[in-house]
């Protein structure tokens, strides 16, 4: 159940936008594609996809990355001992930050898209060029405005676009577990998937402050893989 609830709650997704755009289907024409393996789709089980700033739309799958330019396919995949191939076919997450870096989460590591080149690299130099020091498992995060941020257990970095600025924020509680982060701006939102627990931090002052959710919810939080969601009304939603 942990290993389909991504793909559940792509297809929420793909559902809740097809009703919101009812009305203006209603009074305009549409065509609607499939893109599937016969297409040149590398696999069926799409984990994620991602529209970048180029207009191409990249689809991870459990069998490789695809970059999808409105005519065709080109699939990317792991081959064992070349340095600048991803390292994994399990395409987990995708994520573009605002200096066009496309940051691939593999579930245990992560690799960056380095457009230039049309090939992949550990992030470790990058994140140091940046002044980032990031933890084996750390968290990589991209918030509204395409700025990036690395959450490790005891310390969170956060580099500005803009500014080209990074900041450092000291925790006062570990970061222990695996967490789902969501972002309306103000705040960063992340629940931890074996503890279920809630948190927010304050993009501007780094100050982490828990959430206390109702009863019914944490229930079915512990021992999940929990997603977490903002919506435009700042609604939070939690998917178990």
């Not at 942990?2 to 009305?23: A, E, G, T, Y």
Request: aromatic share 14%.
């Amino acid at each position: 159940m942990k290993k389909n609830l991504r793909q559940i709650c792509i297809h929420v997704l793909v559902i809740f936008w097809i009703v919101s755009f009812q009305s203006i289907i209603g009074q305009s024409s549409y065509v609607f594609h499939h893109l599937e393996t016969n297409e040149g789709l590398s696999n069926n089980n799409v984990k994620t996809f991602l529209r970048d700033s180029y207009g191409f739309l990249w689809i991870g799958t459990e069998s490789g990355l695809n970059r999808y330019d409105g005519y065709g396919f080109k699939v990317y995949k792991m081959h064992p001992g070349v340095s600048n191939a991803l390292s994994s076919n399990n395409i987990v997450e995708l994520q573009e930050d605002g200096l066009g870096n496309i940051w691939v989460d593999l579930g245990y590591s992560y690799m960056v898209y380095k457009r230039d080149k049309d090939s992949f690299s550990d992030t470790k130099l990058l994140l140091l060029n940046l002044g980032i020091e990031a933890d084996f498992n750390a968290k990589i995060f991209v918030d509204k405005n395409r700025n990036l941020w690395v959450l490790n257990k005891k310390k969170v970095f956060f580099y500005n676009i803009k500014k080209k600025k990074t900041s450092v924020f000291q925790l006062k509680t570990s970061l222990k577990e695996e967490i789902s982060i969501a972002d309306n701006g103000e705040f960063l939102y992340a629940i931890q998937y074996d503890s279920g627990i809630c948190w927010k931090l304050n993009k501007n002052s780094g100050v982490l402050t828990f959430i206390e959710l109702p009863d019914f919810i944490k229930q079915n939080a512990i021992n999940a893989t929990n997603i977490i969601y903002i919506d435009s009304n700042n609604g939070l939603w939690i998917c178990s």
